[in-house]
């Protein structure tokens, strides 16, 4: 009998933490900032703030359950515990989708990028974008890790150079104008949630993680509190420079904001920045989704194929092949605000379960070890998850109905799915 070929553990917690930077501060607040500053006014920095609050909740929740249960599976493993296998698959469908769908999206937002110098079409960019990152996940977790490493520097460096141009212009606005009163900035603040999305594909790196029971709850921590502080910055500088108006009619406001203070050259440096931050998100979101697939295999909830190993790599290669080609489809998608608002009413299910999921198990199983613990409990009731369960549910309610319609459909396929492989296992 051949023994099973495991993953390989690489990653330590700068590798990790960067990581979860890298997916954080990718694509969303490139693409979505002039968005939510038609909705928000100069106010968008409040809309991120508020939008923080579901990272922090359900963060520290995922930094609890990923102390007790290190698996690549994540949030199947944890609701599978808690609620068993039929919500656990239609929770791990949900995140699996997320990716596809999200790593499609930024994907076509990378290819809008480089159309400004090949001139060619973003669904071709985005097609060849996704099968190269594809073809470096197979290859190794340490590869991938060191391009995701340089490419979370460079846009860092990206939204770095933009609140140091706001820095002149700091005190020329009305931070708390509202055009749209405070319905906007909650409707901003449910839209610019897709920026903070990635933090809980940390947790699918636990099985390539050296010590993942404290290394994955550290960075994750770490990781969200350099995204909020990083965030909120950007968005005073950004309305400071040009004002929301200027903001939400540009496609680009990171490049016109650029474009603005220094000129052509300025505008080029931008769009290399981003094409760099689009292109690390993908990457990130095809590997957390492959990660929970082959996870599910592992745990036998899907094919077995999915959860085979590369002999020589030790990367999930048929779990990524699979992720590649169901994100190929996606390409073919259109708006992107629509797109990223479908994938949060994905998250925003997921996290209510996930901060439930804790919850339940502090009742269900007291005394299992946990390395990290959440704070702030009345008794054995923590407090913190119960207020990210408050906050996802508001946000889900700020939706529109053609999404929430759109998010509903998927959840009722997920039930269905999850029948017919339950019944087979």
Not at 172 to 188: H, S
Not at 200 to 226: D, Q, R, Y
Not at 406 to 416: N, P, R
Request: hydrophobic content about 55%; overall charge positive.
């Amino acid at each position: 009998m051949t023994q099973k070929v495991q993953l390989k553990r690489e990653l330590g917690l700068l590798e990790v933490t960067l990581s979860g930077v890298g997916i954080i501060l990718g694509a969303g607040i490139y693409a979505l900032l002039g968005k939510a500053s038609g909705l928000a006014g100069n106010s968008v920095w409040l809309s991120f703030a508020l939008a923080s609050l579901i990272a922090v909740f359900t963060g520290l929740s995922y930094a609890e359950l990923s102390s007790m249960f290190p698996r690549a599976s994540a949030e199947y493993e944890y609701t599978n515990h808690a609620f068993g296998k039929k919500l656990a698959f239609i929770i791990g469908w949900l995140i699996i989708l997320s990716g596809v769908i999200g790593a499609s999206t930024v994907a076509l937002g990378f290819g809008g990028y480089f159309n400004a110098f090949f001139k060619i079409t973003p669904v071709i960019s985005g097609i060849i974008l996704i099968i190269a990152l594809s073809g470096l996940l197979i290859y190794g977790i340490k590869e991938t890790a060191r391009f995701a490493m340089i490419a979370t520097l460079i846009e860092t460096a990206g939204l770095v150079i933009i609140i140091f141009i706001g820095v002149p212009h700091l005190g020329k606005v009305d931070y708390f104008e509202m055009p749209q009163g405070l319905t906007g900035v909650f409707q901003a603040a449910a839209l610019v949630f897709f920026a903070y999305t990635g933090f809980e594909s940390i947790v699918k790196l636990s099985e390539e993680t050296k010590n993942p029971e404290k290394t994955i709850p550290k960075s994750l921590i770490i990781a969200i509190l350099i995204s909020i502080i990083l965030y909120i910055l950007v968005a005073i500088s950004a309305v400071s420079a040009i004002g929301w108006e200027k903001l939400a009619a540009s496609n680009a406001p990171f490049a016109d904001i650029a474009f603005e203070a220094f000129g052509s050259e300025a505008f080029i440096l931008l769009t290399v920045i981003a094409l760099f931050a689009t292109a690390n998100t993908v990457l990130l979101m095809l590997l957390g989704a492959s990660r929970i697939m082959y996870g599910m295999a592992d745990s036998f909830t899907l094919p077995g194929m999915l959860a085979k190993v590369h002999p020589s790599r030790r990367t999930p290669w048929i779990a990524i092949t699979i992720t590649m080609l169901s994100s190929l489809i996606f390409v073919f998608s259109g708006d992107i605000a629509f797109v990223a608002n479908v994938d949060n009413f994905t998250l925003f299910v997921t996290f209510f379960v996930i901060n439930a999921t804790l919850i339940l198990l502090r009742y269900k199983e007291p005394h299992m070890i946990r390395p990290f613990k959440v704070p702030f409990s009345i008794g054995r009731f923590p407090m913190l998850p119960f207020f990210g369960l408050l906050v996802n549910v508001f946000m889900l309610l700020q939706l529109e109905w053609k999404v929430l319609i759109t998010g509903i459909l998927l959840v009722v396929i997920g039930g269905i799915l999850s029948l017919v492989e339950i019944k087979k296992s």
